[in-house]
């Protein structure tokens, strides 16, 4: 394709960039052939002109269309190169938050310096069993494919984990290490996954350190070989350890530290068992303290101390060895510390008395001469003799860090060949999976020996990976048919031979090392004359001679070659290996340098046992011949033989490539550096994959693939039957060039860049689709608003000119109104001006007529007034006289009046705050209120008497006035004889003025006795006011005290109701997961018989000669196996009873004990289940008991039992007098005739059953007559505490004086005043509730009255013959309703004699052991005079009663029969539902009816162990599963049925209680078959569950439901499964049919409709927890049109709930989780108010769930818009506060608890009918 074609406008390029590494631009101007430079515009909106080489005109790398970007398989990508796979990287890591992608073979692990929620048991079970394409990528992806492919191809695999230092790629082996552990488990009981796993810990506390880069970095290389039997499960493990950093023990850079071992040891100094080593803290050594940084952020190395030695402990390293281990650790510590001095310029001298050196010797037993000396000595031999020479200060410390790290080195070793002997495995390997953590290329400012040797085996392993990855590209061009052309790859084999062939880097080095004089300057000088001008990959740096540069696959490595040939050699002082060998207290001292005879030589290398070396892996143990040569190796050589074997061992295996990414070197989480990730892609090969791959043809369509994502650039014309000619077809019509494209047998080849010009293809005709269907809407839109607008125009005219003629009507009208007005007004101005005038005139005429009529008034009125005052003057004379003599008399009645006035004022008053003061004392009291009240009227009498003899005195005081009138008359005659005398005129006159005075006087008395009286009274009336006040103050009080009360009663109920209902609700929770557990139980327990089942099977089979030996009955074996044994199995059980001598019985005794302990656990958990049910009817019986009268309850409860017994008993005395009737009547000479010993012994029995009825009786009346006298004396006590109280308030408020007293007696009065109210209330309600109920029986009695009158009345009107029909007909009516009581109580008293009748068969059949007794005593004399036989009662024969009659002999063949041979498929389908278990029951019902305790149990136990054996042998058969569920639980309701309890013979007809037991109580075989049936439907989901399973992912996710909804992105190398439904792929009718297959099974095997209900909500948290969990591990699914699959889907599962009538049940809500996940992909994800709505929506989701399907959320168009980072923080701020669990995945294994509710069954046993299909033909029916 021309560039012109892809490099137009619009078109996204990438451009180098010093800081990004890459940066993104779009071109604004098309390019052309020959142009120079290109036009671009940046993201950030800057302008560049983008100059082209001129040489090459290479063109900028294209951008992939955002729709692939974010890809799971980088291989996916349409354009290949460094940025894409730089861009993708960044983006699934910075906005995604995805560690791993997959790079074809490659998975690309990014370390997140963050603990991520992924590596869970339940992410395991994910993944295991699943393809690797079908799931995101993931390190368990990779161990699950090399699991799969060693079980597969019987191949060994290997997976090599490489990364620079902090890249994460030890915690990469781990995880893969324990998903091995967790998928496979071991074969055995000795836990090696355990081991296995707890190597990790030793091995980084004694390997590990923290470095600049890592805080957990490994300095050192293992491989760990994980092996597997023939099931593939581990058996055991082995390690090989490379170049272990030795340098470390003695010297670590700034921020480094040493081994993490030294500082764990360091944090438990405090130890008492660590007291001896004589530690101190990190900073007190100088091995500990040189990077100044001895602690690790969030790291608590004393807890790391205990992890390191649990793991011991679990490897089998004793406490001993653990204590040694640890002395030779602080050993090395304290020789770090060990100072030595100069003593001259060429000798040094330790001082004497050196702490430390005293303390490193004693600990490592040794003599402290030997070693100070040797310190600062070394030994020369020459041939002839031996010196010893001092050796400088700077020596002297170089030997003592040589001699640590070599105790370090052979102590690592040491515990590496410990590691592997725990790990070893006594049986065969089979196969295994090795485990590669190897380092990774390293490049520093200073690069030395350990990193050459790193570079040099990364070398080797890139080599190696080209090779893998050209290999499989090859393999697929000749599966695929397409012509293979060679692909030019970086083939690095010439840097490897430049550093280990023939005159190489290494073996001039080792040339150099034997040189005696030998010298890192002259082995440089060496290397430069040797390839400095041969090898291209050599250089020579410019401004140094003491360095080389190594040009490596990565990149160029310049080496300092100081110090190689010292680390090359590994010197190490042979005289001071002596002196430790010499130790004779410390064994494991000796035991490490055990073999130093062979190993320690000048150069200081050697290998150590079992293959491996303090370095490296060593080679092969060879002879003794070759210990001589083999210490002569130098490290260089070991390492190169050992990565040698490392080669040959991964070329033998399948490998599979981790590649750890370090993203920053600052340790930041989710921090991406481009320049850091793009030096380690290139260094790790990632990039060489890409290259190798876009070199050829890397995008890889299927045919149906490419036909379903690009048909909508076909035409209808196009399209044929034939999918591979039609998109041939098409290819060549849409790519002109045919090398683009290549077409296999199963996919199309693409060359690099097609598949993004095919998807701007595709794009355009989406974008040009989408352009025609909007200019279509938008004409159609602007049409209907053009009409619109049309409309309302019309509209608005049309009001418009109804508003003007409107407004012209109304101008009209207007202007007639204001004629109208005119015409009025004018009328009123007439009316008024005329009115106004005469209303004038007739005031003037009313004026002056008044004022005549006023003269002539003012005339009479003076002459009137003349007159009066004649009158008066004349009258005043007269009382003058009058006065005078009434003022002596009035004054002395005054004063006596007066003074006892005041007495009766005193009296008052005194009355008066007596009333004040009791009313102050007793406010409240309403007697007192009374009395006052009633005082309050007698002082009214009082006033009425006082109003009285006040106008008595006013009647007396009148006729006073009288006569004093009559005298002053007297006296004006006397006057004209007065007036002759002046003198007496004057006495008159002062007479008359001092009367006034008394006059005056006189009535000021009187007003003050009025006013008095006034206050007095108005005083009385506001006192009663005031009281009427207080009065209703207290009543108020009263009913609010009452309303009160009923508030809080009403509160206290619904307190009391609500906290019933949550204790309900917690109880039922409880029980849920009681039960749950108590189920969980039972599936250990049922895995673990079959687990000792299957041993005991392979024991007997291992087992060939038989022995004879008695078979022994487990005592811890489960209570519900079988005593009964099969004849077909007595064989194999003698074979095994005969074998156990010779077995390993630890093994069966470990799964004895662990069945008893499951039974003790179980029988636990019943008892606390029965415990927690008996709690909760209690509560619930206290909770409805409150509310009943206790004593009447037990009274009239005690009175119907007393009856009762009354009934019992004359029905049983009839029942005796029949029975000695009939055994009097029986004749012959029977045994049990009268006076016979059995008849004697009868009568005995039955006289004592007798009398204990009678004392019964006696008790039951004794009880009686005592709760009555207790129920009197109760009423009268309350009665006595009554009166009791009332006498004593009184005395009480009669003592009471003091103030104090008074109130605190007032506040007891009130209080007690309260209780008395309550009682009067609680009283009043009760008399209320006897005078209801009188009354509803007084109404009953009347209306019975005045129906019985009615009748009579009625049968008085009709005629005689017609009345006696009445009569007799009401008659009739009464003696039915009496017989129906009588039929009830009849009804009792047959219950009660059916007990009798079952303790009268236990009497019986205690006589019959009686008599049995005596025969045994009888001699054969008597025996044959006087035969004995057993008491034969006759009875009545009756019909059928539903009972199946076998012999013994026949159990077995009735068991075959029913059960084992017993197909649900054959027979089974034409029988009634349930039928073999009502044909259990009835042979259960006559061996119950026989009373044959034996029979009945050895029925059961057969039975229960029979369904065992044929669940056992067809498990996986749902339909034997399901029809055995059935029938037992349809035995397990007709025990419970036909149990005789009356809780389940309410359910009963009459004829089925006659059906009942009647000897043996099965409660406890109720509560096996219970267990049986729970365990039976575990098994039937897990049956399900397998089934379900493979169609689930498929139907519910891949599956398009809806054709054409979602389109088929490019998958890369690994192919997930296509979403096309081809042959065998399972979609939703695929789960849909299978979900109605097993409805229709259960239905027609007669399983309960609850059982039915649960079963399938089982399914379908099944469904939606399986479809959940793969969505949020599937990125691909995570899209819009995905979530509207999945809606349809989970619509169709809802309809078809709906059309089996199981919407109820619960199911529905279990998918939820999945529903809501669905809406999240499809609802709008970008402001505030989205995330409130995804908030309050996703309520049944998690938080974790939640953010990772936004996260995982992939555009499947162009038109989509990702999520973005913000929007997802914003709903994790909102979610942070919720409590929930951090799980991301729903727990598949869960299964919901059963339960087995009660259902009876309406079908009559005796109606049932045998097929004789069956072969039953021995039962007989009874």
């Known amino acids: 394709m021309a560039a012109s074609e892809l490099y137009t406008k619009y078109a996204r390029v990438w451009i180098p960039d010093p800081e990004e590494v890459w940066k993104s631009a779009e071109l604004t101007k098309d390019y052309k052939q020959g142009d120079t430079v290109l036009h671009l515009q940046l993201e950030d909106g800057s302008d560049l002109q983008h100059k082209l080489d001129p040489n090459t005109k290479t063109l900028p790398h294209l951008r992939n269309p955002d729709i692939l970007v974010g890809e799971n398989d980088l291989t996916a990508l349409s354009y290949l190169h460094e940025p894409a796979v730089l861009h993708n990287l960044k983006v699934r890591f910075i906005d995604s938050k995805l560690i791993y992608t997959y790079c074809g073979i490659v998975l690309v692990a990014i370390n997140p310096y963050e603990t991520l929620p992924i590596y869970g048991t339940d992410i395991i079970n994910a993944y295991s069993g699943q393809n690797m394409g079908d799931m995101d990528p993931h390190i368990f992806a990779v161990a699950e494919e090399a699991y799969k492919q060693m079980a597969r191809d019987e191949r060994n695999q290997s997976i090599i984990v490489s990364g620079e230092s902090g890249a994460g790629k030890t915690v990469s082996a781990k995880y893969a290490m324990r998903y091995f552990a967790t998928v496979s488990g071991s074969a055995s009981e000795a836990n090696v996954e355990e081991k296995v796993l707890a190597s990790n810990p030793i091995m980084e506390a004694i390997g590990n350190a923290k470095t600049t880069r890592n805080d957990n970095s490994s300095r050192f290389g293992k491989y760990i070989e994980i092996g597997f039997d023939k099931r593939f499960h581990i058996i055991g493990a082995n390690m090989r350890t490379y170049l272990l950093e030795k340098s470390r023990v003695v010297f670590q850079a700034d921020e480094e530290r040493n081994y993490h071992i030294f500082y764990q040891l360091c944090a438990s100094s405090r130890l008492p068992e660590f007291k001896a080593l004589k530690l101190g803290t990190a ?139 725990a790990l070893h495995s006594t049986s065969k390997q089979h196969s295994f999976i090795g485990v590669l953590d190897i380092y990774g290329f390293e490049t520093f400012e200073i690069n030395s020996f350990e990193q050459f040797c790193i570079n040099y085996a990364n070398e080797k392993l890139q080599q190696q990976f080209n090779m893998h990855v050209f290999k499989l590209e090859q393999e697929e061009y000749m599966k695929e048919q397409i012509p293979w052309t060679l692909i030019d790859f970086y083939d690095n084999q010439p840097c490897i031979n430049l550093i280990e062939a023939k005159m190489g880097i290494l073996d001039l080095l080792d040339e150099e090392c034997r040189m005696p004089k030998g010298s890192d300057d002259s082995w440089a000088q060496k290397l430069y004359n040797t390839h400095l001008k041969t090898c291209g990959l050599f250089e020579k740096p410019r401004m140094s001679n003491r360095a080389f540069i190594i040009q490596h696959f990565a990149d160029k490595v310049e080496y300092q070659c100081e110090g190689f040939l010292e680390k090359n050699k590994d010197t190490v002082n042979e005289e001071q290996i002596h002196v430790l060998k010499a130790s004779k207290k410390f064994d494991l001292l000796v035991e490490l340098f055990q073999d130093e005879e062979k190993v320690t030589s000048p150069t200081g290398a050697g290998p150590p046992t079992g ?164 200019k279509t809407i938008r004409c159609w839109l602007a049409r209907k608003k053009y009409l619109r607008v049309k409309r309302a125009a019309i509209t608005i005219q049309t009001h418009v000119r109804g508003h003007q003629a409107r407004c012209l009507a109304t101008f009209l009208r207007r202007t007639r109104a204001a004629i109208v007005i005119q015409k009025y007004q004018r009328m009123y101005v007439q009316r008024t001006r005329y009115q106004r005038m005469q209303a004038a005139a007739l005031a003037v005429q009313c004026i002056l007529r008044a004022y005549v009529a006023r003269q002539q008034y003012k005339a009479l009125l003076r002459e009137h007034k003349a007159i009066i005052i004649q009158k008066m003057v004349r009258g005043w004379l007269a009382r003058q006289w009058y006065q005078r003599s009434l003022e002596a008399v009035v004054y002395l009645q005054c004063c006596v009046r007066r003074m006892r006035a005041r007495r009766e004022l005193k009296k008052l008053k005194i009355e008066a705050r007596s009333v004040e003061h009791y009313k102050k004392l007793n406010i409240g009291m309403e007697n007192k209120i009374m009395q006052l009240q009633r005082r309050i009227d007698e002082q009214n009498k009082e006033n009425r008497t006082l109003s009285e003899r006040l106008s008595s005195t006013e009647s007396t005081h009148a006729a006073e006035s009288e006569r004093t009138r009559r005298e002053l008359t007297r006296l004006r005659g006397a006057e004209d004889e007065a007036r002759n005398s002046a003198n007496r005129v004057a006495s008159l006159q002062e007479e008359l003025e001092r009367l006034k005075v008394e006059l005056q006087s006189t009535q000021k008395e009187k007003k003050a006795i009025e006013d008095w009286a006034q206050t007095y009274q108005d005083e009385m009336e506001q006192m009663i006011s005031e009281l009427k006040e207080q009065n209703h103050l207290l009543k108020n009080e009263k009913n609010d005290l009452n309303r009160l009360i009923q508030e809080q009663g ?315 029909e009445a009569s007799l007909q009401h008659e009739i009516t009464r003696l039915t309703n009496e017989n129906l009581d009588l039929l009830e109580q009849l009804e009792k008293q047959d219950k009660t004699v059916r007990k009798l009748k079952k303790q009268l068969k236990v009497f019986a059949k205690k006589i019959s052991d009686l008599e049995g007794g005596q025969i045994e005593n009888v001699s054969p004399g008597q025996m044959a005079d006087e035969p004995m036989h057993p008491v034969n009662i006759p009875r009545r024969e009756k019909d059928f009663q539903g009972m199946l009659e076998y012999k013994k002999e026949d159990e077995l063949k009735l068991v075959k029969n029913l059960i084992l041979e017993l197909k649900p498929r054959g027979v089974a389908v034409n029988l009634i539902p349930g039928l073999p278990a009502y044909i259990l029951f009835m042979c259960l019902r006559h061996a119950d009816y026989l009373n044959d305790d034996q029979k009945v149990r050895s029925l059961l136990t057969s039975v229960i162990n029979s369904i065992k054996k044929i669940l056992k042998k067809r498990g996986d058969d749902f339909e034997t599963v399901s029809f055995w569920l059935a029938n037992t639980c349809r035995f397990l309701h007709c025990l419970k049925q036909y149990s005789g309890d009356e809780q389940f013979m309410k359910y009963n007809t009459p004829k089925q209680n006659d059906h009942c037991l009647s000897n043996f109580d099965l409660a406890e075989y109720r509560q096996v078959l219970s267990d049986l049936a729970i365990q039976i439907y575990q098994q039937l989901i897990k049956c399900m569950e397998n089934i379900l399973q493979p169609m689930i992912v498929s139907g519910m996710l891949e599956h398009e439901t809806i054709q054409g909804v979602s389109g088929v992105k490019p998958t890369g190398l690994r192919k997930r499964t296509s979403s096309i439904a081809d042959e065998g792929t399972y979609t939703l009718d695929s789960i849909l049919r299978q979900l109605s297959s097993f409805h229709a099974t259960m239905c027609q095997h007669g399983t309960d409709p609850e059982l039915i209900k649960q079963v399938v909500k089982q399914q379908f948290y099944i469904i939606g927890a399986v479809t959940l969990n793969n969505l949020l591990l599937r990125k691909d699914m995570c899209s819009w049109s995905k979530g509207m699959q999945i809606r349809y889907n989970v619509s169709q599962l809802e309809e078809w709930l709906r059309d089996k009538n199981l919407m109820v049940c619960g199911a529905k809500e279990t998918l939820e989780p999945l529903i809501q996940a669905a809406q999240l992909l499809q609802v709008k994800k970008k402001t505030d108010e989205d995330a409130e709505a995804i908030c309050s929506m996703c ?53 919901y608890p059963v339960t087995f509710p009660f259902s009876p069954s309406s079908l009559a046993l005796e109606t049932i009918q045998i097929p004789s299909s069956l072969s039953l033909g021995f039962l007989t029916r009874v």
Not at 298 to 309: F, I, L, P, S
Request: a neutral charge; glycine letters at 4%; aromatic letters at 6%.
């Open 611 to 774: 293959g491996r070396t303090r370095l490296s892996v060593k080679p092969d143990k060879g002879k003794s011949v070759q210990a001589s040569k083999e210490h002569k190796k130098t490290v260089g050589l070991q390492f190169r033989n050992s990565l040698q074997l490392l080669m040959e061992t991964l070329n033998a295996t399948t490998p599979h490539y981790v590649r750890c990414i370090k993203p920053n070197d600052y340790k930041f989480a989710f921090t991406f550096d481009p320049k850091r990730a793009v030096q380690q892609l290139r260094a790790c090969g990632v990039l060489e994959t890409i290259r190798i791959s876009a070199a050829g043809f890397p995008s890889r369509w299927t045919y149906q693939e490419f036909f379903s994502r690009y048909r909508v650039l076909m035409k209808q014309k196009d399209v044929q039957s034939d999918k591979k000619m039609t998109c041939k077809n098409v290819l060549e019509k849409l790519v002109q060039d045919p090398d683009k494209y290549q077409f296999g047998k199963t996919k199309i080849f693409f060359r690099a860049g097609q598949v993004a010009y095919l998807e701007k293809l595709r794009a355009d005709k989406l974008r040009a689709a989408c352009i025609r269907i909007q």
């Open 283 to 421: 900073n007190d050594f100088h091995y500990t303290k040189q990077g100044r940084n001895p602690v690790i952020d969030g790291v608590n190395d004393a807890k790391e101390m205990c992890t390191t030695r649990s793991a011991f402990s679990l490897l089998g390293i004793t406490e001993l060895y653990q204590m040694g281990l640890f002395q030779v650790l602080a050993a090395i510590l304290h020789l770090g510390n060990v100072e030595v001095k100069d003593r001259d310029s060429d000798s040094s001298i330790i001082p004497p008395n050196n702490n430390h050196l005293m303390v490193f010797c004693d600990l490592m037993g040794v003599a402290y001469q030997d070693m100070s000396h040797w310190l600062c000595h070394r030994k020369l031999k020459t041939a002839t003799e031996t010196y010893i020479k001092p050796v400088p200060r700077l020596q002297a410390v170089n030997a003592r860090d040589a001699l640590a790290k070599h105790i370090y080195a052979k102590l690592f070793t040491w515990i590496v060949e410990h590691i592997n002997q």
């Open 1739 to 1791: 309520n049944t989701l998690t938080t974790a769930q939640i953010v990772k399907v936004l996260n995982l959320y992939t555009p499947v168009n162009a038109f989509e818009e990702r999520v973005s980072v913000t929007f997802i923080r914003t709903i994790q701020n909102r979610l942070r506060d919720r409590k929930e669990s951090p799980q991301l995945l729903l727990d598949t294994k869960t299964i």
């Open 1050 to 1364: 009403q509160q206290w109920t619904e307190k009391m109701q609500r906290a019933l209902k949550e204790e309900t609700s917690q109880l039922e929770s409880d029980l849920n997961e009681e039960r749950s557990r108590y189920q969980n139980l039972l599936t250990e327990h049922l895995r673990l018989e079959e687990k000792y089942d299957d041993l005991k099977e392979e024991m007997t089979l291992t087992m060939n000669v038989p022995k004879p030996g008695h078979r022994r009955t487990d005592s811890a074996h489960s209570s519900n196996e079988s005593e009964y044994t099969y004849e077909s199995e007595e064989g194999s059980r003698g074979m095994e009873d005969v074998t156990k001598g010779a077995l390993d019985m630890a093994l069966v005794l470990k799964l004895q004990k662990r069945v008893s302990e499951l039974e003790q656990e179980k029988q636990g958990l019943q008892n606390e289940l029965d415990r927690r049910e008996e709690q909760f009817q209690r509560a619930r019986a206290r909770d409805d008991e409150q509310h009943k009268k206790a004593r009447s309850a037990e009274l009239e409860y005690e009175s119907l039992k007393r009856q009762e017994l009354e009934s019992e008993n004359k029905k049983l005395r009839h029942d005796l007098s029949e029975m000695r009737q009939s055994l009097m009547g029986s004749v012959g000479a029977s045994s049990a005739a009268p006076g016979s010993p059995a008849y004697k012994v009868l009568l005995d029995q039955l006289n004592a059953s007798t009398e204990e009825l009678e004392v019964r009786k006696e008790e039951v009346l004794i009880l009686r007559s005592q709760l009555v006298s207790q129920k009197e004396a109760m009423q009268h006590k309350d009665e006595k505490e009554t009166m009791t109280d009332s006498l004593h308030y009184v005395e009480d408020v009669q003592k009471l004086t003091d103030a104090k007293e008074i109130s605190q007696a007032y506040m007891g009065l009130k209080d007690t005043n309260r209780l008395l109210e309550l009682q009067l209330q609680s009283q009043r309600r009760s008399h209320e509730a006897e005078m209801e109920a009188l009354r509803g029986e007084l109404q009953t009695v009347k209306e019975e009255n005045h129906r019985q009158q009615q009748l009579l009345a009625q049968n008085l009107q009709l005629p005689p013959e017609a009345r006696i």
